[in-house]
């Protein structure tokens, strides 16, 4: 039952103690779904939880339960939840804490806490320092007088800023006495930044001069997807997107893909030959421009963005533009169409459109294909698979040297296909974002591309997946490898980062999955058989990939990613 039947019903009382109100708030209030590990602290909040209509799933490990948390909130657009013991339970789920903070994801972790007079107690930490040094917001529940309004405070400040909130509920303050009349309803939308005239005049005037302007869109613009494109296709613009937009414009004629080093050669060039850049919502960081090499000699740059903060943060711009990205972009065109502006020719050639089709997505680019008859290419195997999965998909990726692969060779339907949790860029992240993903877009195929480094550091998880029933497909790139590190420090001894052949797919079996060894391009036999249970039958039973690759001698987004450090 959702907030709203709840109050359609009338005002009702719900108690008894504050672990029971928290909970039932979190509910009204929209939480869409709770992962964790469910311990005496917060056995309780979790029921109320669930008492107030919102799914849950228990994970095998906290650090699992906060990516799968990020990983939803991110595809869903609804609030998700961690739910976790104090002290250790919140150690645990740190790392992944770290990377939605990072990511800027409104999303709570509802977290027990030791009674402030229990100083020996074993459970006990400074949990508001460590939250604090991950670049999350640590608030908490005070006391029963306050648990509302404590936890209105809390999902406010994650819907509207765009933050990770860990809220605090120390066992004592959970199980003092506590009644609050429900449904509890706020206002937790955040507003919309409306650009000022002059900005919007000088935006107009700026594309109105450019001869090549391209577009990067970024997490900040993926609901504004459309507005932009339009933008776009009155000044002659091209567009592109960071990694985490990845598939916002896949229907455009004129779009060029990931910008950064994921960009085929033919994207890279045209975004370097471009006089003007505009970031929509997007950091323009290192990754996304690689390292300023995509921002030729005199190209302006202008920044889009809601953040003041965020404009200018990783390189010069030429200006900023303080706004949401729908609204400015709909102003924009508005002032091009009121000067009879718009409809300008730019980069969106006829010759710029045939080389798109021809050249800009990585699986058009020729591949000198390196397998043998024990290992496989990796930019074969995924091709292969691009073409053999269904392509209504969510695709989700670990980090490591293969993670360019299933990025660049596996197409995806729009922006709420692609989920990409790289901001801290800790590897064994992807298997849990490809099943908290699962969750959010429930009717596509969970695809997740991860190293075996990756996925053997977070096999518990797989135990998730098949309990769940998903029809998750895991593609293991395995080169019995840390590759990363085999393939930066090329001449040191790789003992410390290669180990012996380990059958995955076994593994993988043992925990109740499907396992295939793919070595050629004939052993994905069983995938294809795989699939057409999944299209007849509706199969829930995750497929494993265990497929031994190539070397690639170090990927070129690898050494992107290692430029400057």
Sequence with gaps: MTAAQRGAEGESSYGPTVADVVGRALADLGAGHVFGVVGSGNFVLTEALRRGGVPFTATRHEGGAATMADAYTRMSGRTGVVSLHQGCGLTNAITGIGEAAKSRTPMIVLTADSPAAALRSNFRIDQDALVRSVGAVSDRVYSAATAVADVTRAFRTAATQRRTVVLNVAIDIAAAPCSATGPVV?????????????????????????????????????????????????????????????????????????????SSPATAELIAGADLIVGWGCALNDWTMRHGRLIGPGTRVVQVDDDIDAIGAHRPVDFGVLGDCAATARDVLAELRSSASAGQIGYRTGDIARRIAKSSRWQDVPVS????????????????????????????IDSGNFMGYPATHLSVPDEFGFCFTQAF???????????????????????????DGGFLMAIAELETAVRSGLPLVAIVYNDCAYGAEVHHFADADHTTVTFPETDIAAIAAGFGAAGVTVRTVEDLAPVREWVERYRTDGQSRPLVIDAKITSDGGAWWLAEAFAGH
């Design 186 to 262: 706020a206002v937790v939308a955040p507003a919309r930044v409306r650009p000022d005239g002059d900005s919007v005049a000088r935006l107009a005037e700026t594309l109105c001069a450019a001869k090549k302007p391209v577009f990067v869109a970024g997490r900040g613009a993926r609901s504004a997807g459309p507005d932009v494109a339009e933008l776009a296709r009155a000044c002659g613009a091209l567009v592109a997107t960071s990694a985490v937009a990845n598939g916002l414009f896949a229907d455009e004629e004129f779009a060029l893909g990931i910008s950064g080093g994921f």
């Design 369 to 396: 294909d390196s397998s043998t008859t024990e290992r496989i290419d990796p930019r074969v195997l995924t091709i292969a698979l691009d073409e053999i999965l269904p392509p209504e998909r969510i695709v989700s």
């Design 425 to 451: 860029q800790s590897i064994g992240l992807g298997l849990h974002t490809a099943i908290g993903a699962a969750f959010a877009q429930s009717r596509r195929l969970p695809v997740l591309g991860v190293g």
